[in-house]
């Protein structure tokens, strides 16, 4: 039986590579901060001469933001088998193959940690630019949130499967 194309982790001590690779993305979460929802003012009632009380929602229950995490989790883990197969298609292939894509082969030319770690914080920056577009006052801003983060899952899918065409 045939790995799934793309994914060949345990292909030459890939398996480590890519644990030294999540490093950084597990030590992030465990210690970032608990996130908390935003406290709603509502306003108490409006009987004639009784002043406006506010009463504010409960701000320890947690945000779980599934969409979010979800597409934050499978972003990074796109990036993560596109690097990892862009780096086995160079090992197989020498000095005869090179990194199309100008912006990455600047970090591929430097090696897997330092791809990995651009990677990564790219996908912080497209999840962080899609959370404050969660937030714009603009619908249609708020209903796009996912566009960008999709394009690039996409795109990281498109070029693991075109890596792993080239090693067949």
Request: net charge positive; aromatic share 6%.
């Amino acid at each position: 039986m045939r790995p799934a194309d793309g994914i060949r982790l345990a292909l030459n001590g890939g398996v480590r590579g890519l644990r030294r690779a999540c490093l950084p993305v597990i030590v992030l979460v465990l210690s970032s901060a608990q996130a908390f929802a935003q406290e709603a003012v509502v306003e108490a009632g409006s009987s004639a001469g009784a002043s406006h009380a506010a009463a504010r929602v409960d701000s320890r229950d947690t945000v779980r933001d599934w969409k979010y995490w979800g597409l934050a989790a499978g972003l990074n883990g796109a990036m993560l088998v596109d690097t990892k197969s862009t780096f086995d298609v160079l090992r197989e292939c020498g000095p005869a193959c090179r990194e199309a894509n100008p912006v990455v082969a600047p970090f591929v030319r430097r090696g897997p940690a330092l791809t990995y770690a651009a990677g990564m914080l790219f996908d912080a920056g497209v999840m962080t630019v899609a959370a404050k577009m969660r937030a714009s006052p603009r619908g249609w801003v708020r209903r796009t949130w996912w566009v960008a983060p999709a394009a690039l899952i996409v795109g990281h899918s498109i070029a693991a499967r075109h890596n792993a065409n080239l090693l067949k």
